[in-house]
């Protein structure tokens, strides 16, 4: 059974930082992106940033590029967010979901940030940004 396990949300002030992880399990992690969305109230989710596991190549939305950074450990199968300097606008709840790396890297991963690529799902993590 795949499991995807969002951890590491809550309360943080801006200017801050916070780690988000996800552990996965289920399947051969290194085969596989590890995307982070959010979704804010009344706004649809988008795509943070992601993270090919075969080959470590990152991408991230040019609202968070330069304050977040994605990692992932293959060994412990869990990738992290680390978020550096949240703004209150990056309030929302964080999921992380997987797909496999080819179904993204055939369009050369532009489909990174499109939540549909995607195959599998947490159940997310609160985040929340004070001024």
């Known amino acids: 059974e795949v499991q995807l396990v969002e951890s590491g949300g809550g309360l943080v002030q801006a200017g801050g930082s916070l780690r988000l992880s996800c552990a996965a399990s289920g399947f051969k992690f290194s085969d596989y992106a590890i995307g982070w969305f959010r979704q804010a109230p009344g706004k649809e989710r988008e795509g943070v940033s992601c993270?090919?596991?075969?080959?470590?190549?990152?991408y991230y939305a040019d609202s968070v590029k330069g304050r977040f950074t994605i990692s992932s450990d293959n060994a412990k199968n869990t990738v992290y967010l680390q978020m550096n300097s949240p703004k209150p606008e990056d309030t929302a709840v964080y999921y992380c979901a997987a797909v496999p790396s080819p179904f993204l890297s055939v369009r050369g991963f532009t489909s990174w940030g499109f939540p549909g690529e995607y195959d599998y799902w947490g159940q997310g993590t609160q985040v929340t940004v004070s001024s």
């Open positions: 993270i090919s596991n075969n080959d470590g190549t990152t």
